[in-house]
C-alpha cells in the first residue's frame, strides 16, 4: 500500500526506497469504514495521517467542507505547526486505511534520521499550506 500511495501522492513521491523503508517502521496503520469519524474536531492532536487507501472528507460542525483527500493525501498536519486541537473532524467517505506517525515518533526521526525529517517536515508544511490557501 505504501508503494501505491507514494505513485499517487505529490508529497511523497520524491521519496527513494531506503526512505518509505524508514517510515514504513514508524507507521501505525489504522482501518478506517465508510462514515466512521477518523479524527474528532476539538481533540488533542497528536499525530498526522496519510490515506493509503479509501477517501476522507474534513467536517466541520457536521458539515463537509471541500473535496474528498484520497490516497497519498496528508491529513491531521495542520495541528503539528498549529498546536493544541484539531480544528476539524475528518470522517470516511469510503473504506480504507490510514497510516499514522505521532509527532513524538517524528521528533525522533530528526535524530535518527536529519535528512528524512527535514523532506518530511517540507512536505508536511506544504501540506499545511496548500490546506489554508483553499480555505482563504
Known amino acids: 500500500m505504501i508503494a501505491a500511495c507514494q505513485e499517487h501522492s505529490k508529497y511523497f513521491s520524491d521519496f527513494d526506497f531506503q526512505q518509505l523503508i524508514t517510515l514504513a517502521k514508524e507507521l501505525t496503520i489504522l482501518h478506517f ?4 469519524t477518523v479524527l474528532f474536531q476539538g481533540e488533542p492532536a497528536t499525530f498526522f495521517g496519510v490515506v493509503l487507501k479509501g477517501a476522507v472528507v ?20 495542520m495541528s503539528l505547526f498549529s498546536g493544541g486541537t484539531r ?40 501540506a499545511t499550506l496548500e490546506k489554508q490557501a483553499q480555505t482563504d
Not at 33 to 36: D, L, R
Not at 58 to 77: C, D, H, L, M, Y
Not at 91 to 105: N, P, T, Y
Open 58 to 77: 474534513p467536517v466541520a460542525g457536521g458539515t463537509p467542507i471541500g473535496q474528498p483527500r484520497g490516497v497519498g493525501e496528508i491529513i491531521g498536519e
Open 87 to 126: 480544528n476539524m473532524s475528518v470522517e470516511a467517505a469510503h473504506d480504507g486505511f490510514l497510516a499514522v506517525v505521532s509527532f513524538a515518533q517524528l521528533e525522533q526521526l530528526a535524530s535518527a534520521d536529519r535528512g528524512l525529517y527535514e523532506k518530511l517536515s517540507r512536505q508536511l508544511a506544504l
Open 33 to 36: 469504514k465508510t462514515h466512521e
